[in-house]
Structure formats: C-alpha cells, structure tokens
C-alpha cells in the first residue's frame, strides 16, 4: 500500500506531498506538532494529545485550520489510506505561506499537514538490557511546553547521543537539574522508591506518556513527587527511566556511562512498562 499525506486541503501521494518554500515552518519554525501513536488502528490518547495541540496553537496565536472534531475525521482518513494498524500519526500546524517577515503576516492561513507510519517493533534488546543517556547543557528556550517545531537543540543533543553511543541525551538546566531528554521526559526511582519527574512547568514538555505514567503510579499507590533531580541524584538512584509516545518507556542503566542502581533494568521500571502496554492495549 502505497503512503498517502494530508497537505492543506489534500491527500496526496507521499512523494508528491510538499509545501510551499515560504511556509513559515520552513523558514521560521513558526509551527507546532503532535505524535500521537496507532494501536490497533485507534488513536491512544487521542483527547490529551489534541487537548495540548490547541494549547500549543494558542500560546503562539496560530489560528486551528479546522475544528478538532475536523481534525479527527481527517487523521482516521490518513489513518485508512495508509493502512496503519499500529504506528504513529504526525499532525503539524505551521502559520501558513506568505512573503518573508518576521511579524504575523495578516492574509496566511494555517498549514495543516497529517502523516502517518507503521510503527517499528520496540528494539527488544533496548527493552531487555536498557539504555544508556549522556548528560548535556539545556541550550532551549524558556517555552519548552509549547510542542513547537523548533527542535534544532534537541536534534543537536539527540546527535550528541548518537555519537556517544547512547540513545538519549538529559538537559540539564543552569541550577544543574535534569529538565527532560530531547524527545522524552525524564524519570529516577529513589532508594526509597519514590517515583520522580520533573513538575510540569514551561522547561519541559508535558509528556502525554508522562500523564499516563502518572495516572498509573497513582492508581498503584506508588510514591512519586513531581520535583527537580540533580545529575548526581539520578546517578544515585535505584532506577531511572524515560518515557514517550515513540518509545513508550525504556529502563536507562548508564548516565554519562555510570551505572545507575546495579546498572540493570529497574523492577518499577519493568512494571510500569508492562501496565502502560496493557493500558495501551485495553484503550483499542
Ligand atoms: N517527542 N519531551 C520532548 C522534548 C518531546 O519531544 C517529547 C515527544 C516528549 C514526550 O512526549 P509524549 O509522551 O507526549 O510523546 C517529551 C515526540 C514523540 C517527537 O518529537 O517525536
């Protein structure tokens, strides 16, 4: 089956799908997105996911293309043309095509581009054995709960990683706390197995993922405090892990390759990894 695109107004063949070379997104980053995953050919987390596209939209004052009843219909069409059983949805609103100026052009109109692909199978041994994360300054803005497309940071740290070796790389903020990974939040379990993420102020992305973690902790009577952590706490802690849409959650055993607990997959981790499936699953 050949990949279709959602582009303003169109389903198109995915190697024709383009926008215009004075899209905003192109040449400002004046945009916003969502992932939000596929399973079993339904949207999971559909609701929060959109919920934060609206709020992403209105922080930057990008008017929504269409109603988010509209936006529905539109994702379970790219969904069907491209039919995903289970992968992730790509939604992306930029502030339109319009001649090159800094300040909101007054005749553009949102762009609203939807793609959709099977989602690769979780690499078993990054699940099995976990994953290792170096630690890098936070060089991002001051609005990084906004989902916008503005990533260019967070694609430096992600390359940073990549060349160490590891598979994600934490910010870590002026007062040398971890804010988040470049495309996942951040979490430590405490010798005390308290459950620890940052709060979710305007220095990280509230995770969707992050919210269903949450909810799962509480509905489990696990501890968990919502602060700041320190490089040294997570390096201290007795587990530690990270979350997203994509990679739903990974045990992390080495921080800047020190081992963290006894440098092997968390218990807490794991089980929070197998509820957060079933949730996934028990939503289709
Ligand atoms: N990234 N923090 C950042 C900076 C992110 O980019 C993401 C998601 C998350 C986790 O959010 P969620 O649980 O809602 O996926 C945290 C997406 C998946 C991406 O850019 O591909």
């Known amino acids: 089956m050949s990949r279709v695109a959602y582009v303003d107004g169109q389903y198109l063949p995915h190697h024709l799908a383009a926008v215009h070379i004075e899209d905003r997104g192109y040449q400002f980053a004046d945009g916003v997105y969502e ?22 939209l209105a922080e930057l004052r990008i008017p929504a293309p269409m109603s988010m009843a509209a936006l529905r219909i539109v994702m379970r069409e790219v969904i069907r043309r491209n039919g995903v059983h289970d992968g992730i949805i790509y939604v992306q609103i930029t502030r339109g095509v319009a001649s090159r100026d800094h300040a909101f ?31 890098i300054p936070d060089i991002r803005w001051q609005r990084c709960d906004i989902k916008s497309v503005a990533l ?32 996942t939040n951040a979490w430590i379990v405490t010798s005390d197995a308290t459950v620890i993420t940052r709060q979710a102020d305007s220095a990280i992305l509230n ?40 990679v739903d959650l990974l045990p992390v055993v080495t921080i800047d390759g020190d081992p963290v607990g006894n440098g092997q997959p968390g218990t807490l981790s794991g089980k929070l990894r197998e509820y957060y499936l079933a949730r996934a699953a028990s939503a289709i």
């Open 35 to 56: 992932v939000m995953g596929v399973v079993g050919g339904s949207l999971l987390d559909e609701g929060p996911h959109l919920t934060r596209l609206a709020r992403s």
């Open 105 to 135: 052009p007054k005749a553009a109109g949102p762009v609203l581009v939807v793609t959709s692909r099977r989602k690769r199978p979780a690499d078993p041994r990054a699940v099995d054995d976990g994953v290792a994360v170096i630690t």
């Open 207 to 246: 995770g969707v993922t992050r919210l269903a973690i949450l909810d799962i902790v509480r509905r489990e009577g696990y501890a968990f405090v919502e602060r700041p952590f320190s490089v040294a706490e997570a390096k201290s802690a007795r587990e530690a892990f990270l979350t997203s849409t994509v």
């Open 152 to 183: 260019l940071p967070n694609v430096l740290g992600k390359q940073r990683a990549k060349e160490a070796g590891a598979f994600e790389a934490w910010q870590v903020d002026r007062e040398g706390k971890v804010s988040e990974g470049t495309s």
